[in-house]
C-alpha cells in the first residue's frame, strides 16, 4: 500500500512540547522481546538508485523475517523525486538536476548534500498496523529533535512535514504567519513493512528547491538549521536524530553495513 504524503490524518495537536514528548501519544514502540533497530550510517553520497534497491532488498528481508528493522541514513547528490501524487506542473526546471520516480507518497521532493535522509524500514505488525499513527511518530520525532536546537517545530492539519514560523517576515498573502518546511516525510508501506521516509535540512543549498514546488505548495518556502542560525555538524545531528529515535521507536544498535 502507499500512503500519498500530502493527505494526512486527523490531528487534536499542533506542536509537541520539548524537551520530552507526550508520550502515550507518539510512542510507536515494538512488541516486547523484538530485536533493536539497527541504525545505519552511510559515508559519502548515495544515490538514489542504490538507496531503492537498498531499501527494497531489505524490507523483503525484514517481511521474512530474515533481517531486523533498520534506520539508513544517507546524503545524496543534487536531485529530485517524484511520489504517487507528482504532478508535471510542479516540475519548474526539468533539466536542472535528476529526477526519479520514488515510489512513495507525496509530490516533488529535493534531496541532496546537507540534507539528512532517514529511510525508515520497520515492521508494522510488530509495532501497530496504524499507518497514521506511524506517521504522527515520525513526526515527533523530527519535531523532538528540533527541541534540541531549540527550535518549535510544528505539525499543520493540510501539510505533512514539520513547519517552523518565521515571524521576522512579512506575513503570508491571506494575513497568516509566515512560515518554512524545514523536514519533509514521504512513506510507502508494503506488507506492513515501512520504507523511505524523512528527509531534515541541516545544511544544503536552499535554491535547489527553486527547481520544483516542494510537495506542491506555493504559499511557503523551505528553511534548514543553517538557515535559522544553527551551525551543525551532520554527525551531531545524527546523534540527536538517535536519541529521540529511541525515545519514539525503541532501542537501536549500530550497524558496520555503510
Excluded at 506517521?135 to 527550535?151: C, K, N, P, Q, R
Aim: proline letters at 7%; one cysteine or more.
Amino acid at each position: 500500500m502507499v500512503m500519498d504524503s500530502m493527505t494526512p490524518p486527523h490531528r487534536a495537536e499542533a506542536r509537541l512540547s520539548h524537551p520530552r514528548l507526550q508520550t502515550a501519544a507518539t510512542t510507536f514502540f515494538a512488541n516486547a522481546g523484538s530485536p533493536p533497530v539497527a541504525w545505519t550510517i552511510f559515508d559519502g553520497l548515495t544515490s538514489y538508485p542504490d538507496a531503492l534497491a537498498m531499501m527494497e532488498a531489505r524490507v523483503a528481508l525484514i517481511d521474512k523475517g530474515e533481517a531486523p528493522e533498520t534506520v539508513y541514513l544517507v546524503e545524496h547528490p543534487p536531485l529530485y523525486t517524484a511520489g504517487t501524487s507528482a504532478r508535471a506542473e510542479d516540475l519548474v526546471e526539468a533539466s536542472r538536476f535528476p529526477v526519479f520516480e520514488a515510489g512513495r507518497g507525496g509530490e516533488y521532493t529535493y534531496h541532496g548534500p546537507g540534507q539528512r535522509v532517514a529511510y525508515v524500514l520497520l515492521d508494522l505488525k510488530r509495532r501497530r498496523q496504524d499507518i497514521r499513527a506511524f506517521v504522527s511518530a515520525l513526526e515527533a520525532w523530527i519535531i523532538a529533535t528540533l527541541g534540541e536546537f531549540h527550535i518549535v517545530g510544528e505539525r499543520r492539519e493540510s501539510r505533512v512535514g514539520v513547519w517552523v514560523q518565521r515571524p521576522e517576515r512579512s506575513p503570508a498573502a491571506d494575513g497568516s504567519s509566515a512560515e518554512d518546511k524545514i523536514a519533509a516525510i514521504g512513506i510507502r508501506v508494503r506488507k506492513w513493512v515501512t520504507f523511505h521516509g524523512i528527509s531534515l535540512n541541516v545544511d544544503p543549498d536552499l535554491s535547489h528547491f527553486d527547481g520544483i514546488v516542494p510537495c506542491g505548495i506555493r504559499d511557503h518556502g523551505v528553511t534548514s538549521l543553517t538557515d535559522l542560525g544553527f551551525l551543525v555538524a551532520m554527525p551531531e545531528v545524527d546523534i540527536l536524530l538517535r536519541r529521540n529515535f529511541e525515545a519514539i521507536f525503541g532501542p537501536t544498535v549500530l550497524s558496520n553495513e555503510g
